[in-house]
């Protein structure tokens, strides 16, 4: 059926108890808000009625930039949303495509969910996935001997693992979020971004912080997000000390295993990872996790059909950003992540 239009899930009372039974957080109210008040972003929800999310629910976001024009992301800064409840993300394609049109759009993206007609992938990544039904020992056992091995070295250098919701500890991860985003060659998040994840999610219950800490001093930190026993392991950040401290961002994975575990989650996703990154690969399957390819799409309007072309992950612009100070580089991240997506 043609003619449908997208929705704004913040209009809808009850949005996330209406959601089918395979939606994840990406899905939820919550991360809509995120995107919409940190970045200014245009939820474009599309369902399989057109009025409400329980008959199944593709959540896309309009992006309007004078730098890298006007786009519909499923979604932004989201590793994976596939369509949830009956059908698919193709059943919605055509009018997806009449939407963009008429909107004047450059591109549509669509991230792990083919949709259909004649679809090729853009780019592909890796996924990294945990069952967490048999409980957590048996998934620990199941990590290889490296893994293990910086878990007792995180014991014996006397690292200690904290959860907390507060404003506080949330302003320490954005601490150590910039000095590992400087390391690896790329500008912060605003700290918006994640002041509203501590207001949407983590403080309603929907997000785990968690920080490392070696004495008096934290030395990582990780945020988790997690909606119907599913869990996502969303960012990651540690501190620039020397000689580094062993096994603190293994141990916090291990803290988050065992509490999921522990209230029935049955997976945690460890996020995408580019196939050029070996190493980051290669910590990922340490866990023992599922493997799986997750294919992006994108639609160019102009030339009516679907292209490729994998996203910059690399260059120059990575040695330029590690020799920025801190405060310039969060200055970059604020005024170039809304025109990302």
């Known amino acids: 059926m043609n003619g449908r239009t997208p929705i704004d899930p913040r209009a809808h009372t009850g949005w996330d108890e209406a959601l089918p039974p395979d939606a994840d957080v990406f899905h939820t109210l919550g991360w809509a808000r995120v995107l919409a008040e940190t970045y200014g972003y245009r939820p474009v929800y599309w369902t399989a009625d057109g009025a409400g999310p329980d008959r199944g629910v593709l959540p896309m976001m309009e992006v309007r930039s004078a730098l890298t024009g006007r786009r519909g992301v499923s979604l932004p800064f ?100 910039a000095v590992t985003r400087r390391r690896h060659g790329l500008p912060p998040q605003p700290r918006r971004f994640f002041e509203m994840l501590q207001t949407h999610l983590v403080r309603p219950g929907a ?46 994975l291990a803290d988050a295993i065992r509490w999921y575990a522990a209230r029935g989650a049955e997976r945690l996703d460890l996020g ?54 801190v405060w310039l580089l969060r200055a970059v991240g604020r005024a170039a992540y809304r025109h990302m997506g």
Not at 234 to 244: D, F, H, L, Q, W
Not at 297 to 318: I, K, L
């Open 78 to 177: 989201t590793d994976c949303c596939r369509a949830a409840g009956p059908g698919g993300a193709a059943d919605l394609l055509d009018d997806i495509k009449a939407w963009g049109r008429r909107s004047g759009w450059r591109l549509a993206e669509w991230r792990g969910a083919a949709p259909g007609g004649d679809a090729i992938p853009a780019c592909e990544f890796l996924r990294y996935t945990l069952d967490l039904r048999g409980g957590a020992e048996g998934v620990l056992r199941g990590a290889d001997q490296n893994t293990r091995r910086n878990l007792r070295k995180a014991e014996r250098a006397g690292v200690r693992v904290e959860a907390a919701g507060t404003p506080e500890a949330m302003a320490l991860f954005v601490r150590l979020n």
């Open 207 to 252: 997000g785990r912080l968690a920080l490392a800490w070696r004495g008096r001093e934290p030395v990582a930190g990780a945020i988790f997000l997690h909606f119907r026993g599913r869990a996502v392991y969303k960012y990651g950040a540690s501190a620039e000390t020397r000689g580094g401290v062993p096994g603190a961002n293994p141990a916090l």
């Open 272 to 325: 995408r990872v580019w196939p050029g990154n070996t190493g980051l690969r290669r910590y990922k399957r340490g866990w023992g996790g599922e493997e799986e390819r997750l294919a992006y799409y994108r639609y160019a309007f102009r030339r009516g059909t679907f292209v490729t072309g994998a996203p910059p992950v690399a260059g120059r612009h990575n040695a330029l950003f590690r020799r920025m100070p």
